[in-house]
Nanobody, 119 residues
Framework: QVQLVESGGGLVQAGGSLRLSCVASGTIFSFNAMGWYRQAPGKQRELVALITKGSSTNYADSVKGRFTISRDGNKNSVYLQMNSLKPEDTAVYYC?????????????WGQGILVTVSS
């Protein structure tokens, strides 16, 4: 069973930086895509950034130019470097991993990690 474990969240002042990490276990295959989503209080979960096995990336408009997603395919890990953080970035951030050669329908989620940006 695939498990995703996030780390790196916490409290930071506006303008600061954080780096989130997500390490996957439970599969020998690389994921077709890995990404980060977030959910703020009272709001729906939204895509923050996505990276494919081929290293194509996609970002939410609200984080373009501030956040950078990267992955280590050999370790099935994904990272999110968050710079110039704003209070509106406050949310629970979730790691997501989709599709492998062995299980194309796989859609796995981490437990979530809180990021709080103070003004």
């Amino acid at each position: 069973q695939v498990q995703l474990v996030e780390s790196g969240g916490g409290l930071v002042q506006a303008g600061g930086s954080l780096r989130l990490s997500c390490v996957a276990s439970g599969t020998i295959f690389s994921f077709n895509a890995m990404g980060w989503y977030r959910q703020a209080p009272g709001k729906q979960r939204e895509l923050v950034a996505l990276i494919t096995k081929g290293s194509s990336t996609n970002y939410a408009d609200s984080v373009k130019g501030r956040f950078t997603i990267s992955r280590d395919g050999n370790k099935n890990s994904v990272y999110l470097q968050m710079n110039s953080l704003k209070p509106e970035d406050t949310a629970v951030y979730y790691c997501n991993a989709r599709g492998t050669l062995g299980d194309p329908a796989l859609d796995a989620w981490g437990q979530g990690i809180l990021v709080t940006v103070s003004s």
